[in-house]
């Protein structure tokens, strides 16, 4: 069974940095691309960043770009995002997820953990 | 990248049949064939319903179907259950800068 279990979030003051982590099992980590999707409150979902398998190719939303970092430590089976310069709009629930290839369906999600930036 | 147009709710009585509709543009839905729908009970993972447009995936129940027509993709809910009410979001592929963009979210609720 497919699980994905993110953690790290948290309250965060504007301006700040924060690391999500998110624990895969179920499946064989290195095969798969993964990404961040996000959702602030009352709003729908944002694709916020990519990684391929092996970690060697990553993407990122416009609005991210510069400020967060992906990878991923296929020994450990743990995905990140490194979140710098946070503000009170990257305040939102974040999700990880899994597809087969880089252009293809979203199979599985994770719960969430919630990031919260304020002073 | 704007995000795909969905109704914010729809309901229906146990039994019926409901549809959502999903609303791109040429850039996502009319240009990939990778629609897919997602069930999201709050709290919980979002689940896949329906991929690459119209397919289901194993385990997921045949009362639930998708198709496509141009740049709008849509939902069908059919022998509407109690489990069922959840919000679902579409998403498609759009290209490798923007990558995925999603559904604005339809709240489904069984009267």
């Known amino acids: 069974e497919v699980q994905l279990v993110e953690s790290g979030g948290g309250l965060v003051q504007p301006g700040g940095s924060l690391r999500l982590s998110c624990a895969a099992s179920g499946f064989t980590f290195s095969s798969y691309v993964m990404s961040w999707v996000r959702q602030a409150p009352g709003k729908g979902l944002e694709w916020v960043s990519a990684?391929?398998?092996?970690?060697?190719?990553?993407y990122y939303a416009d609005s991210v770009k510069g400020r967060f970092t992906i990878s991923r430590d296929n020994s450990k089976n743990t995905l990140y995002l490194q979140m710098n310069s946070l503000g009170a709009e990257d305040t939102a629930v974040y999700y990880c997820a899994i597809s087969p290839r880089i252009v293809a369906t979203i199979n599985y999600w994770g719960q969430g953990t919630l990031v919260t930036v304020s002073s | 990248q704007s995000a795909l147009t969905q109704p914010a709710s729809v309901s229906g009585s146990p039994g019926q049949s409901i549809t959502i509709s999903c609303t791109g543009t040429?850039?996502?839905?009319?240009?990939?064939?990778?629609v897919s729908w997602y069930q999201h009970h709050p709290g919980k993972a979002l689940k896949l319903m329906i991929y690459?447009?119209?397919k289901r995936p194993s385990g997921v129940s045949n009362r639930f179907s998708g198709s496509k027509s141009g740049n709008t993709a849509s939902l069908t809910i059919a022998g509407l259950q109690a489990e069922d009410e959840a919000d679902y979001y579409c998403c498609s592929y759009a290209g490798s800068n923007t990558f995925y963009v999603f559904g604005t979210g339809t709240k489904v609720t069984v009267l």
């Open positions: 690459e447009g119209s």
């Open positions: 990684i391929s398998g092996s970690g060697g190719s990553t």
């Open positions: 040429s850039s996502d839905v009319g240009n990939y064939n990778l």
